[in-house]
Structure formats: structure tokens, C-alpha cells
């Protein structure tokens, strides 16, 4: 055997399998192949080894290396509410924690389906991020026929991110009742009953409402406006009796004295309201009711960016600092695994679509 084909055998015994099909019979690799044919075998076989390392290289890659441009953080209601001061004042923090800008984009309507559903068909790269709500998690599918999403299959949340209470409330001037059982006796006195404002069907305030109602056996009649600047001045007139609307829609009569706070709805009392009782100590049980928000993204998103948005929202929610601005704006911040989240969501469906169903609401 000649030296060429010496060394061509040994190059084929390293690159390749015993045998291979070659010009219509089945060889040893190496014996009687030219050896420029064995150099063009063993540099396609490196290259198709070098393009398997490559793929399956590149999506780590990709995730240990995000973010590494600006991330859309969705938030799916209108400039100035809560949710998007809220959103807004995380996104400013996320962008210190992870080193890129986090945009917001408000895109509502639909009861804030429409940005939700954004989110949901979106490429699940970590670039697209929702700020997400109760109603989108365990109200709306038990209210809307046709959801664009479903949030259980198509979403999900690497986080709870905070909660706003709501509080019942009465104008100062116009009911007497000094605490909520005085006020729960003074209702049933009344001939037509109490009325309820809210700013609109299957809103956490209107089936808080009609919660309450159920509990104490109050006569109540539900008052839909558009929103607490349209409930408060009805209240302050005399219009509307009664309220169990977001606290931080309210904070500011409550701190003038215009309008009486008898219970919150969250689990314990509230920080910035330490002489109020919750529902429980207030005589109402089973009462626990809040606004609560998460981050969603698409599913498909890479675990490894699931985590990183989860890790820094807990480095968030643990400086005292950003703790003590959220309850300056009536909320709470709040930190969660994905598991964690995802089991108090479905936790909170069980809730609300009792609570739905009490309401008379039907999907529409």
C-alpha cells in the first residue's frame, strides 16, 4: 500500500464510520479513494460537527447573553392609572437590575385583553414582557365568551409583583356608622337599601360589592361610573352610600376626613392604615380581596430568562426603599416563584368565578 494510502486510511479510521457506500459498492473507508475525495469527506464531516456544536450553543448563548437590547414591558391599560404608574416605576428599576432600558407601551381596550394578548402571541425571546392584573388571570375568562388568550396555557409569570387593597368606605356626612358592623345595621334599617358604586361591571370593586352583599345580607344596589373620579363626588354628595373600591383611589379623603374607611380587604391590616380592620377582625369572613399584578411572558420563554426576570423582581421587592414608595401609592410589593404564582392564580380563579356567578354577570 502505497503512503498516501496509508495516511488516507487513518484520516477516514478518525472522522468517520468503518464503511460507507461509495460508486455503487460498499468499501473499507480509505482503500482505493484518492485522497483529495478523503480531504473534502473529512472537512464536510467537521463542518456539519462544527454546525451541531454551533446550534445547540447558540440558544445558551442567546439566554446568558439577555437582555442585550431594551425589553417592551406591555402594559395593557391607558397612561396615569395605577397599573401604569406602577409598571413604570418596576421598569425603571428592572432596567438597573438587568442593564436595558425596559419600554413601556400602553396598548388597552378590551379589558385589557388586547396588550395581554399582545404579550401572548409574541416571540418567546424575553424581549416582550406584560404587566399583567387579577382580571387578566382569574376574571375575565369567566366574563368574556371569546378570550383571544388562554392565560393558563399561553402565559406565564415569572412573578407576583405587588397588590392594592380595596377598602370600604362611606362619606363621613352622609352615614353615621362609626365602624362596619354599625354600618351593616344601619343598611339593613334602611327601607330601599344601600347603594354601591364601582367604576364598572366585573371590576374588583363592583364584585367586591356584590361579595359583601352576599356576606352580610345587606339589600345593596350596584352603581356603575367610570372610574373613583366619577364614584367619589357622587359619594361626597350623598348619591351613593357605599364603596369597596381601591385604596389607592381613596387615600386622600380618607387622610382629610372626607370619607371614613371601616375595613381593607387585605389579609392583614394595612400599613399605612394600622387603626383599620381587615374584613375578618371587622365581623365579615372570607373576605380576602385584592388588586394584584404579575410580569407574564409568551410561553416558550427559556427558563433561564423566566429566572432572571424573577431573581431581580425579588431584589426589588426586597429594598425598603421601593417597598415604602409602592405604599405611598396605596399598594404592596409582592415576590413569587413562577410555581408560586402560578398556584395563587389558580387559586384566585376558584375565587372569582364564584364570585362571578353571585354577581349575575354572564359572558358576553
Same mark, same amino acid.
Given at each position: ?5 496509508l ?7 478518525? @472522522? ?10 460498499t468499501?473499507?473507508r ?24 454551533v446550534?445547540? @450553543?447558540?440558544?445558551?448563548?442567546a ?9 417592551? *414591558?406591555?402594559?395593557?391599560?391607558p397612561?396615569g392609572?395605577?397599573?401604569d ?11 438597573d ?9 400602553n ?7 388586547v396588550g ?5 402571541k ?17 376574571i375575565?375568562?369567566?366574563?368574556? +365568551?371569546?378570550?383571544p388568550?388562554?392565560?393558563e396555557?399561553d402565559?406565564?409569570a415569572p ?21 362596619l ?23 374588583t ?22 372610574? +373613583? ?13 357605599? +364603596? @369597596?373600591?381601591?385604596?389607592?383611589s ?11 374607611? *371601616? ?12 387603626a383599620v ?14 388588586s394584584?399584578?404579575?410580569y ?16 431581580a ?16 401609592a ?9 410555581a408560586?404564582?402560578?398556584a395563587?392564580?389558580a ?9 362571578v ?6 359572558p358576553?
Amino acid at each position: 500500500m502505497t503512503k498516501a494510502g496509508l495516511v488516507g486510511r487513518e484520516l477516514a479510521f478518525r @472522522v468517520g464510520p468503518p464503511v460507507i457506500v461509495f460508486q455503487g459498492s460498499t468499501r473499507e473507508r480509505g482503500l482505493d479513494m484518492p485522497l483529495h475525495r478523503k480531504s473534502m469527506t473529512r472537512r464536510i464531516l467537521l463542518r456539519g460537527a462544527a454546525a451541531t456544536v454551533v446550534a445547540s @450553543v447558540a440558544p445558551a448563548l442567546a439566554q446568558s447573553d439577555w437582555p442585550n437590547h431594551p425589553v417592551r *414591558l406591555i402594559v395593557p391599560y391607558p397612561a396615569g392609572g395605577s397599573t401604569d404608574v406602577l409598571f413604570r416605576i418596576l421598569a425603571d428599576r428592572m432596567k438597573d437590575k438587568l442593564g436595558q432600558p425596559f419600554v413601556i407601551e400602553n396598548r388597552s381596550g378590551a379589558s385589557g385583553n388586547v396588550g395581554i394578548d399582545a404579550v401572548a402571541k409574541s416571540a418567546p425571546d424575553g424581549y416582550t414582557i406584560g404587566g399583567a392584573t387579577v382580571g387578566h388571570f382569574a376574571i375575565n375568562q369567566f366574563l368574556i +365568551a371569546k378570550m383571544p388568550y388562554d392565560a393558563e396555557k399561553d402565559l406565564i409569570a415569572p412573578s407576583l409583583t405587588y397588590e392594592l387593597p380595596n377598602v370600604a368606605v362611606v362619606a363621613t356626612n352622609h352615614v353615621p356608622a362609626k365602624t362596619l358592623q354599625e354600618f351593616v345595621a344601619w343598611a339593613k334599617a334602611r327601607p330601599g337599601g344601600i347603594s354601591i358604586g364601582s367604576p364598572g361591571p366585573g371590576t374588583t370593586p363592583h364584585l367586591s360589592g356584590v361579595l359583601f352583599a352576599a356576606r352580610t345580607g345587606v339589600n345593596a344596589v350596584h352603581v356603575p361610573f367610570r372610574g +373613583a373620579a366619577q364614584t367619589i363626588p357622587a359619594m361626597l354628595a350623598g348619591d351613593v352610600t357605599f +364603596a @369597596v373600591d381601591n385604596l389607592a383611589s381613596y387615600i386622600s379623603q380618607i387622610e382629610s376626613g372626607q370619607m371614613r374607611a *371601616l375595613a381593607v380587604t387585605s389579609a392583614q391590616r394595612w400599613p399605612t392604615l394600622p387603626a383599620v380592620p381587615t374584613m375578618a377582625e371587622a365581623g365579615v369572613n372570607d373576605f380576602v380581596v385584592t388588586s394584584w399584578a404579575a410580569y407574564v411572558m409568551p410561553t416558550g420563554t427559556p427558563p433561564a430568562i423566566v429566572e432572571r426576570v424573577a431573581v431581580a423582581h425579588k431584589e426589588i421587592a426586597a429594598d425598603d426603599t421601593m417597598q415604602t414608595r409602592f405604599l405611598a401609592a396605596g399598594g404592596r410589593l409582592l415576590h413569587s416563584t413562577p410555581a408560586e404564582a402560578k398556584a395563587f392564580a389558580a387559586k384566585e380563579a376558584r375565587m372569582w368565578q364564584d364570585v362571578v356567578r353571585l354577581s349575575g354577570l354572564t359572558p358576553q
